[in-house]
């Protein structure tokens, strides 16, 4: 039996996101290589390591949404899931950088959560609420180091359907991105803005 069909899709859509991320795949650097680049660039100043990183996935968030809008419904069937992948791979890949950056272990499954809640931002927070973490009084990694790890296993489920069904669900993709040219602008803009919401949540909870 294979990987995907023992550990079913959302399981396996995680495993290949953070794989990834982290370790990278050809010229896509990996979180750890991005987050030693960053700190080198400032001189050793975390903060404004995370600061860079944020924008230059943003630029390159915006960039690809750009790219992928520009054919309109004429190629949207083939742009769409690469954009879409590729937007996921940046924003697992800025997450973990910014992890890494603050200290937090990118081999520690309970990093590895946090980074999948942040890049599903307030859905991501809804999930982890809903499974019994009081982020209110805690953090989002201390709580989930609070969980029993069966507890956990079962969020890290949930976040995988999560993330799976905004890859499937049809109401994923932007109506402007139909219109050629002119749509591609607003799939930039969407894009970045979706970038930002994930370094929010990035920044706020690792």
């Known amino acids: 039996m294979g990987v995907a069909s023992s550990r079913g899709l959302h399981n396996t859509l995680i495993d290949e996101l953070w794989r990834r991320a982290v370790a990278g795949i050809g010229p ?11 700190v080198a660039a400032t001189d050793d100043d975390v903060e404004a390591a995370v600061r860079r990183i944020v924008g230059s996935h943003v630029r390159l968030a915006a960039s690809t949404g750009l790219l992928s809008s520009l054919g309109g419904a004429a190629t949207l069937v083939v742009t769409a899931p690469a954009g879409m992948t590729g937007l996921y791979l940046l924003s697992t ?38 499974t019994g973490l009081d982020l209110v009084n805690a953090s989002l990694l201390s709580g989930l180091r609070r969980l029993p790890p069966e507890v956990r296993a079962q969020l890290d489920t949930r976040l995988g359907y999560r993330l799976t069904s905004r890859f499937t669900r049809r109401g994923a993709l932007n109506v402007t991105k139909l219109l050629p040219v002119v749509g591609a602008p607003f799939g930039a803009g969407a894009d970045a803005m979706a970038m930002r919401t994930v370094a929010t949540f990035a920044q706020a909870h690792l």
């Open 28 to 38: 896509f650097a990996g979180a750890s290589a991005v987050a030693a680049d960053a």
């Open 93 to 130: 890949r800025l997450a973990a950088a910014i992890a890494r950056l603050r200290g937090r272990d990118l081999d520690d499954p309970v990093t590895r959560t946090a980074v999948v809640v942040c890049v599903l931002g307030a859905d991501g927070v809804e999930l982890a609420e809903r």
